[in-house]
């Protein structure tokens, strides 16, 4: 069998639709290896310092790749992530006589997404590790070169400065599911929990589009809490991805929090550089903004601001000291309902102190 997904046209296309670098080959490069290398590291400590979460698995390792080698890198990363359900719909899709036309089709939406996403990311800590793969191509924190040296002569941001930020915010990840002793491996059990779950059948698909026109004569956006992979989830899968969606606002808004707390005095430009940023998503066309719901990128965007506004309301109540109750096992990780509702995790976490007791 085949994959159900024609990787290899995924990358073409994705290469095709991120267009020409705009600083292929500009002198301006030279500088970024060697100074992502550096300020990662310092980076790494700084981040230390201000949470105690320290990586187990050694220093960081840096790539500061192009818009093609950001896509090749997340082909093999999605190959892996997806490898269950690739499976399933082999068996499902081997006896139709469609099978390399609908490889054709996904292979294009899969490269067309990759594409348009290696336009925007600037960094990127790459979590998932497979055993049996090679090591040298996992645990990397990537920086994507030309998009970054664009950002910092479209704006005139001080390069090192701009660089130490970015550099913070991917390895306060690194040092999450890394520097957590069991992070790494709930995460992969959540995904694969979601992803081998999935039964590939159309008729679910038409299901969901009921659910999806039900949700929107209700007067809700059918999209907005997590774009199709939400709407196609089965109501054990919603489960899982309450938890996952719980998890990521934690740890993307503890990213935000640490970044600015740990690069304080160190980054003058951070609270520019966040506004800037923060512009540039809202700035976009309509079409993109349909394109992130689809994805559920937006619904990613959101859980910045929600994470941060969790982790305020629960240090507001008991400090760092409480929020710290978060890395102690899985079962203090919040649900995206308690995000959305800290008091409800505070009980939750504060009675099961008292029950221990």
């Given at each position: ?22 600083f292929e080959?500009?002198?301006l490069t ?7 290398e ?26 500061v ?24 719909l ?12 609908t490889?054709?089709v996904?292979?294009?939406e ?11 990311v ?10 049996g ?33 970015l ?9 999450q ?31 969901a ?5 039900d949700?929107?004569?209700?007067g ?25 969606g719980g ?5 993307e ?6 970044m600015?707390r ?5 980054v ?7 506004r800037?940023?923060?512009a540039r998503?809202?700035?976009q066309?309509?079409?993109a ?24 309301a629960?240090?507001?109540?008991g400090g ?31 009675h ?6």
């Open positions: 069998m085949t994959d159900a997904v024609a990787w290899d046209l995924a990358e073409r296309v994705a290469t095709r639709v991120a267009r020409r670098d705009p080959g500009s002198y030279d500088s970024l290896l060697p100074d992502f550096e300020l990662t590291a310092q980076a790494e400590e700084l981040v230390a310092a201000e949470t105690g979460l320290r990586s187990l698995a050694g220093p960081a390792r840096v790539r790749t192009d818009r093609p080698g950001w896509i090749h890198a997340n082909v093999r990363s999605f190959q892996r992530l997806l490898r269950p359900l690739m499976e399933k082999d068996e499902r899709l081997d006896t139709k006589p469609l099978h390399s036309v490889r054709t996904t292979g294009v899969m490269g067309t997404l990759l594409g348009w996403m290696s336009t925007r600037l960094g990127q800590y790459d979590q998932l590790l497979v055993e793969e090679d090591e040298a191509e996992q645990d990397l924190v990537y920086y994507v070169g030309p998009n970054v040296l664009a950002l910092e002569k479209r704006f005139a941001f001080p390069p090192r400065e701009f660089r130490l930020w550099a913070l915010h991917e390895v306060t990840h690194r040092a599911f890394t520097g957590v002793p069991w992070m790494r491996d709930h995460f992969k059990s959540l995904v694969g929990e979601i992803v081998g779950s999935v039964d590939p059948d159309p008729a679910r698909f038409l299901a589009l009921r659910r999806a026109v949700e929107a004569r209700a809700r956006n059918p999209l907005d809490e997590g774009g199709l992979v939400t709407l196609l989830a089965t109501e054990e899968q919603r489960a899982a991805l309450d938890r996952v998890m990521m606002s934690l740890l808004g503890h990213g935000d929090v640490t600015d740990a690069g304080a005095g160190l003058p430009s951070a609270d520019r550089f966040s800037v940023l923060r998503r809202a700035s066309p309509t079409i903004k349909v394109f992130q719901k689809l994805v559920g990128l937006e619904a990613k965007m959101r859980q910045y601001e929600m994470g941060e506004r969790f982790i305020a629960v240090e507001a109540d760092k000291e409480l929020l710290a109750r978060a890395w102690e096992s899985p079962d203090n990780l919040p649900s995206l309902a308690e995000i959305k509702a800290p008091k409800s995790w505070i009980q939750r976490v504060i099961s102190t008292v029950r221990a007791i």
